[in-house]
């Protein structure tokens, strides 16, 4: 069976354990690597469920009980709403949606909503809402809108969050003292001096020590703190709250959940249809968003575990929104709380080792067992200690990692109204309000572009920072005709973006002062400016001036902005003493400060990175990182001779020791291209290699030809198309067996029996500037996949 490779979340990818070293094959054999790979045989369906699929559940229901009934608490539903919820999201989620180890159930940031529709409507209609926001969600499922959701501003997502988490804790403030919560944010603060003075000691009493288990649980130190962080903290804390409330006698209101021959269904919400419009249209964004979000974020937890459990697939996001909606249906038809993925648990699921679905659709059958079992257990919890928790998460959504985040991105405006707008107008409301303050700050940076002209040294320098458009065209003209008649003159490009009329007025300044004899040099220009210095012959065309950008990393170079042309030696050196000087000026005082911490401090790279010695591969630049992470091994194709073969070269061997025990990188991963010269010279030469030092060096590669040509081994592909040729077949085989030679080194042996280090394989299409990462295709048993990297877009961080 072959593999594929197939488009994937670029950190959810692991290597699959590969097979026996490849040994030496025949010149027939080699002869008939091109043929085209067999079909791949559909793999054989049987429902199996793994034992960290049957761990990982127990873990999630004990961490979901509690949970779901304190939430079920603070919207003023009926308890037995979220054990309804939680259980649809489990079993009709957890087996439809498009993230296989997302945990849905009631959730946090649904609170708020739920509780303001109780209010208005009561609770069947808002069943009946939570009925119609899961046929909205299905619609924009089967519109495969999804990915929309990604675009809304991560300002006002936690902003959002944090402002629900604001109402949830100051609510359940009220509870916790021993009172009732108010309709609003505002009433609760200002019903809270006279909570304050009528306080219940044994609610204040319970609540104080579920908190202080809460948060004192995953804190215990020694070997005897890991075995007991086993037991989640949520369960703990109620437990250990119900248990010294009943020991003790006190009297104090406890859950209280009626005969479910009573429990109430879905009913038609009624009353001014643009109020009943707007709940729904409110439901179905919180939940959408959440969810969506909170997919993306598992699909980062599964890429940080180690080995084979990162072997899960991308979540399809719109799957997964038709996965919710039809839980929303379901819920909402059987009177439970509105269903969305749930941060907590789903980092639970994924944390315990979980590596399926089932995992997910297990927790739900718990819940349903609990839920019809455990009645009388569950009718001694103090609604207090539900309340303490509760309130504890509610305090958590206010993250200062958020905080943190959107000052450094000068967001905290967004942000903050987002913020206030939820606590005040309600989640709708606040989250308009923050969208227009995003789209402002947007425009008002788009439209804020500082130009300043100075004279050093006979030299006139026009700076222009920020985004050049049609606003900024007058003010550029009076800094641009400042500069002399015949003068030197340099224009700083310190932005992004240009549009048509910036550019055409910056490229007749720069005809009309050069043919008055003066002299124009342009950097930071992204559009193929001529610049001084520069040979523009007719064989290689205007060349864009190596300019260091401020993209993802200190000193990155953006893509085309460093592309240098032929001219001999002279031109060669002439290019590189002036690429130098540019980057003297322009890019060392940005990395000055942070290559001092470096110099300092010493290097910390995560990650060991071993590709070709081509020159077409920039590594800083396809993988967007700066100084300091990454330690990074070049040779000619990307080749990892095996231990006892080295022929006298033992540097890649050092590296791989230097990089494991010293560094103690968390990862390696071995990088090929397409178009690769050495791969090319395996095949032209085949197993009889050259004498030659580059001959000696490519036999370190017969093991991939060899493999390539081994019918009976599973062949390596790409996702979405077939290799172009033989050469690159060989050149994708060639990383899985160069991950193979990382193996059979010891220091690499050690660190993956100890789950310290992960392997990666990459491989990097340079005519389609495409990156792809090896994988293995969902259901599948043997073979690799290199699956395509989608764009940034699609990788935002979730709340």
Known sequence: MSSACVPTHPESLGLA????RAGATSPQHIKGADRPPNPPTPPRRRFRIEGADLSASVSVFLIALPLSL????????PLQAGLVAAAVGGLVAGRLGGCPLQVSGPAAGLTVVTADLIHRYGWQATCGITVLAGLAQLGLGCLRVARTALAVSPAVVHGMLAGIGVTIAVAQLHIVLGGNPQSSVLANVRALPAQLANLHPAAVAMSALTLALLFGWPRIPGRAGRVLRTVPAALVAVAGATATASLTGLTLPRVDLPSWSSHALAGLPEGPVL???????????????????????????????????????????????????????????????????????????????????????????????????????????PLASLAALVMAVGIQMVSLHHIRTVTRHREVAVYVVTTLGVVILGVLGGVLLGVAVAVAVALHRLARTRITHEEQGGVHRVHVRGQLTFLA????????????????????????????????????????????????????????????GYDHGPEHGPRPEPRAGHGHGPGLVRPGLARWGGGGAAGTGHELAQGIGLFQRDTAPLVREELARLAREGQRP???????????????????????????VRNVGNLVPLPGEENGDDSVAAA???????????????????????????????????????????????????RLADDGRPGVRLAGRAAADTAERLCLTNVVQQLEH??????????????????????????????????????????????????????????
Not at 302 to 331: F, H, K, M, T
Not at 354 to 372: K, Y
Not at 606 to 622: E, K, N, P
Not at 663 to 690: D, N, P, Y
């Open 70 to 77: 304190g939430i079920a608490l603070a919207t003023g539903a």
């Open 17 to 20: 354990q590969a097979g026996a």
């Open 742 to 799: 990382l193996r059979a080194h010891d220091s690499v042996a050690r660190a993956l029996g100890a789950g310290e280090l992960e392997l990666h394989g990459m491989y990097f299409h340079v005519g389609e500037a495409q990156a792809y990462l090896l994988g293995r295709p969902e259901g599948e048993e043997e073979g690799e996949v290199f699956e395509g990297v989608p764009g940034a877009e699609e990788l935002r961080s979730p709340a």
């Open 606 to 632: 995560s990650q060991l990175f071993l590709t070709c010695a081509d020159s077409r591969l920039v590594t800083s630049m396809i993988t967007s990182s700066g100084p300091g992470d990454l330690f990074v």
């Open 656 to 706: 791989i020791e230097y990089a494991v025990d010293v560094l103690k990188v968390r990862s390696i991963t071995v990088c090929g291209h397409s178009g690769c010269g050495a791969m090319q010279a395996l095949l032209s030469s085949g197993a009889e290699g050259g004498t030659s030092p580059l001959g000696r060096w490519l036999r370190h590669g017969l093991p991939s030809l060899a």
């Open 275 to 381: 109020g009943i419009v707007a709940a729904v249209l409110t439901t179905t964004l919180v939940c959408g968003v959440q969810s969506l979000l909170g997919a993306v974020a598992v699909d980062k937890l599964v890429a940080g575990r180690p080995g084979p459990q990162s072997r899960v697939g991308r979540s399809d996001l719109d799957r997964e929104l038709l996965g919710q909606g039809a839980a929303n249906i379901v819920s909402g038809a059987l009177g439970g709380l509105p269903v969305a993925g749930v941060a907590v648990r789903s980092s639970a699921n994924v944390q315990s080792g979980a590596v399926s679905r089932n995992s997910t659709m297990l927790h739900g059958v718990f819940v349903v067992v609990a839920a019809l079992l455990m009645v009388p257990f569950l009718d001694l919890i």
């Open 473 to 532: 065209v007058p003010r550029l003209s009076r800094a641009l005709h400042l500069v002399p008649q015949g003068a030197p003159a340099v224009v700083e490009l310190d932005g992004s973006f240009m549009d048509h009329a910036a550019y055409e007025s910056l490229r007749d300044w720069r005809r009309a002062h050069i043919s008055q004899g003066g002299s124009a040099e342009l950097t930071g220009c992204r559009v193929g400016v001529r610049s001084p």
